[in-house]
């Protein structure tokens, strides 16, 4: 009788943390009620977007939801954390994601001393090849493309780094996320940031 009641109250808590953890979880997300138009914003903070749990609603300024700029619209990117510290640094809010040149920031990746590394990469072969012959109306489209492959976190083993304006190998480096810069893999410790 003793070991079944220990045992039901045992159960009992794990149930009870169980659901408390799911609550704590579920209740990660902004409550911004003027459209997150200031970097207070949780969701902002996390470097995500908002979503329809949100309490901002559809006048939401965060601009983690306006990446569909850079990636297309028919694709749901995470950008790169390298990526997502230049925009904090760089742009106030989703308007300001307009004003950056596409095309010319498409330029200084390609200029960049390390960009000839990618020759040897099956996707960047397929993308340089029809890159060279593309029309003017598929244009966009394909710099998005290219924009997914570098500056997404899910896409190929390289990404561009603004830190080091080059490319980098997610095989040979990181960036630190509190810090804001990127390391060589070697550098298991980050002494700036102590992690």
């Known amino acids: 009788m003793l070991s079944e009641e220990y045992s039901n109250k045992t159960e009992q808590r794990k149930t009870n943390k169980k659901s408390n953890y799911e609550k704590k979880k579920k209740t990660k997300k902004c409550n911004c009620r003027s459209g997150c138009s200031k970097r207070s914003c949780y969701c902002y903070k996390s470097n995500r977007g908002c979503d329809s749990s949100c309490g901002c609603g559809s006048s939401c300024q965060n601009l983690f939801n306006h990446l569909d700029y850079f990636f ?8 790169h954390p390298c990526f997502v510290d230049w925009l904090v640094k760089n ?15 498409q ?11 990618l020759s040897d990469d099956e996707d960047f072969q397929k993308w340089s090849k029809k ?26 083993m390289h990404y561009y780094s ?9 095989d040979c480096d990181w ?21």
């Open 72 to 79: 297309g619209e028919d694709s749901k990117c995470t950008a």
């Open 91 to 105: 742009v106030k809010n989703a308007d300001g994601l307009k004003k950056i040149d596409r095309e010319a920031l």
């Open 107 to 117: 330029q200084k990746i390609m200029s960049c001393g390390r960009f000839s590394e």
């Open 131 to 156: 890159w060279n012959r593309i029309e003017a109306n598929e244009k966009l489209g394909h710099i998005q493309k290219f924009f997914r492959m570098l500056l997404s976190d899910d896409a190929t």
């Open 162 to 170: 603004f830190c080091n304006d080059d490319l980098a190998e997610d």
């Open 175 to 195: 960036h630190c996320t509190i810090c804001k810069t990127c390391r060589d893999w070697r550098e298991w410790h980050c002494d700036g940031c102590n992690k």
